[in-house]
T-cell receptor
Framework: SAVISQKPSRDICQRGTSLTIQCQVD?????MFWYRQQPGQSLTLIAT?????????ESGFVIDKFPISRPNLTFSTLTVSNMSPEDSSIYLC?????????????FGPGTRLTVT | GDSVTQMEGPVTLSEEAFLTINCTYT??????LFWYVQYPGEGLQLLLK?????DKGSNKGFEATYRKETTSFHLEKGSVQVSDSAVYFC????????FGQGTRLTINP
């Protein structure tokens, strides 16, 4: 399975500022995903990031708030813009493994964000 | 839309007890089913999967069988250990991955 790293692992930010989270994969992948996990909650898909095209956002998430870049097949960034305390969550990136016949996603370790 | 419902937690058991975490799903089409585990302070790890009816996924002593007739994918382990303490997520995939709400499991020595 792919090995995924994220930076930073955690951060404490002031409201009104922005944070960019990086996701690096050790192999080339077509599809990368960004999820949010609010405290004590399940995972919610924010967007799907494909290389060479704009990210596809899920209902309730917009590009102005969560801009995403996907410059190549091993890297993506998610920016959380104009943060408020409600943005305090764990943000996880994942990749889809298409070398297998079944659909599997593998996750990075997550970025724990606290907004004060 | 597609959805996953898990038994509510938290679940607390003693070491060596038998574990069942219930999971049922609703899906259009024929989903693949997954169990993910999240250990404290870590990301999600794929625990096991099943891709068609009657398939049994297994890993680390955990098992789950894809039951199409009852739309279920219950997670079981015969003898749990303290190291199994984690949050367990059931998930399905048709076009995208959909997660249940998670079940927090605590195993006491």
């Amino acid at each position: 399975s792919a090995v995924i790293s994220q930076k930073p692992s955690r951060d404490i930010c002031q409201r009104g500022t922005s944070l960019t989270i990086q996701c690096q994969v050790d192999s080339q992948v077509t599809m990368m995903f960004w999820y949010r996990q609010q405290p004590g909650q399940s995972l919610t898909l924010i967007a799907t990031a494909n290389q060479g095209s704009e990210a596809t956002y899920e209902s309730g998430f917009v590009i102005d708030k969560f801009p995403i870049s996907r410059p190549n097949l091993t890297f993506s960034t998610l920016t959380v813009s104009n943060m408020s305390p409600e943005d305090s969550s764990i943000y996880l990136c994942s990749v889809e493994d298409r070398t297998r016949s079944t659909y599997e996603q593998y996750f990075g370790p997550g970025t724990r964000l606290t907004v004060t | 839309g597609d959805s996953v419902t898990q038994m509510e937690g938290p679940v607390t058991l003693s070491e060596e007890a038998f574990l069942t975490i219930n999971c049922t799903y609703t899906a259009t089409g024929y989903p693949s089913l997954f169990w993910y585990v999240q250990y404290p302070g870590e990301g999600l790890q794929l625990l096991l999967k099943a891709t068609k009816a009657d398939d049994k996924g297994s890993n680390k002593g955990f098992e789950a069988t894809y039951r199409k007739e009852t739309t279920s994918f219950h997670l079981e382990k015969g003898s749990v250990q303290v190291s199994d303490s984690a949050v367990y997520f059931c998930a399905l995939s048709v076009l995208k991955l959909v997660f249940g709400q998670g079940t927090r499991l605590t195993i006491n020595p």
